[in-house]
């Protein structure tokens, strides 16, 4: 579905007013996300996971200089085919609620989202509807404003967008900031059922520990590095099966592991690239 080579992403700014400088956001990455695959991108504030997700999605600011490849469905992913496909084959599950207009109704705001999906006008409205149906937003949740609905709630429409797009990728990002444990678990197992219907879904997220029950394989980032990419089942016992350092430390970091292993303090001395 989306195979990613060797990418680099490079973004300006000034040291002086005439002095422009370029700053390395993030170095070398390659992935292959599969059809009906959660991956999984992990990694702390600043490792490149949003900025990953803008990149593939032609999302970047003016002025950005990125280096590799990218190929989606076997096809060089362009700036002019990211431009037309965005909304269509690739979605994007934004991480601020802001993402949605203040001043529409739900399912008014999801029937835009089949339109730009080239949904005729005449079945968008009911397309919305049912999806939002599908996320299980009620009639009220339907008609009310953004500022009238839970977190999860808003989540959810925005899932509901892309849902209606029909897209192939899906990128979520951080879905599940802010929400309580039973709207977090609501929102993850719907890119989850996602990934079922055959799509291929991009999980960015900082919490490796929500991430494993619904994802397939995970990758680690850490500053602008791809430190180490592995199956969900390498997170299992004492970390055994994982090859970098930091990768072991987050795993042993969780609450319901050691927490407090010295394997910890070495492996965020300094980034371990595998």
């Known amino acids: 579905m989306l195979h990613i080579d060797q990418l680099t992403l490079q973004l300006p700014?000034?040291?002086?007013?005439?002095?422009?400088?370029?700053?390395?956001?993030?170095?070398?990455i390659s992935l292959t996300i599969l059809p009906g695959e959660v991956h999984a991108i992990v990694g702390a504030s600043g490792a490149g996971k949003s900025?990953?997700?803008?990149?593939?999605?032609g999302l970047l600011p003016e002025g950005a200089k990125t280096n590799g490849q990218l190929f989606f469905q076997s096809e060089p992913l362009t700036p002019?085919?990211?431009?037309?496909?965005?909304?269509?084959?690739?979605?994007?599950?934004?991480?601020?609620?802001?993402?949605?207009?203040?001043?529409?109704r739900s399912q008014r705001q999801v029937s835009w989202a089949a339109l730009r999906a080239g949904q005729p006008k005449a079945t968008a409205w009911q397309s919305a509807h049912?999806?939002?149906?599908?996320?299980?937003?009620?009639?009220?949740?339907?008609?009310?404003?953004?500022?009238?609905?839970?977190?999860?709630?808003?989540?959810r429409v925005l899932t509901a967008m892309a849902h209606v797009s029909h897209a192939n990728l899906i990128i979520a990002d951080e879905p599940s900031v802010g929400l309580d444990p039973q709207q977090r678990d609501r929102v993850l197992m719907a890119l989850k059922a996602l990934a079922d219907q055959g799509k291929a879904v991009i999980l960015i997220t900082h919490d490796l520990r929500?991430?494993?029950?619904?994802?397939?394989?995970?990758?680690?980032?850490?500053?602008?590095?791809?430190?180490?990419?592995t199956t969900t089942a390498a997170f299992q016992g004492h970390g055994d099966a994982l090859h970098s350092g930091y990768a072991k430390a987050l795993w042993h970091a969780l609450p319901d592991n050691a927490f407090t292993s010295p394997i910890i303090m070495n492996a965020l001395e300094e980034p371990s690239v595998a």
Request: hydrophobic share 40%.
């Open 13 to 28: 700014y000034y040291r002086r007013w005439w002095q422009r400088d370029w700053a390395t956001c993030f170095e070398n």
């Open 51 to 57: 900025l990953l997700a803008y990149t593939i999605l």
């Open 210 to 229: 929500h991430a494993l029950p619904i994802a397939d394989n995970v990758t680690i980032m850490r500053q602008g590095l791809c430190v180490e990419t």
């Open 130 to 155: 049912q999806a939002l149906t599908h996320y299980q937003l009620d009639e009220h949740a339907q008609r009310a404003f953004p500022h009238e609905l839970s977190g999860g709630m808003a989540r």
């Open 80 to 104: 002019a085919r990211q431009q037309r496909l965005r909304g269509r084959e690739l979605a994007l599950i934004p991480q601020s609620l802001n993402a949605l207009d203040p001043l529409a």
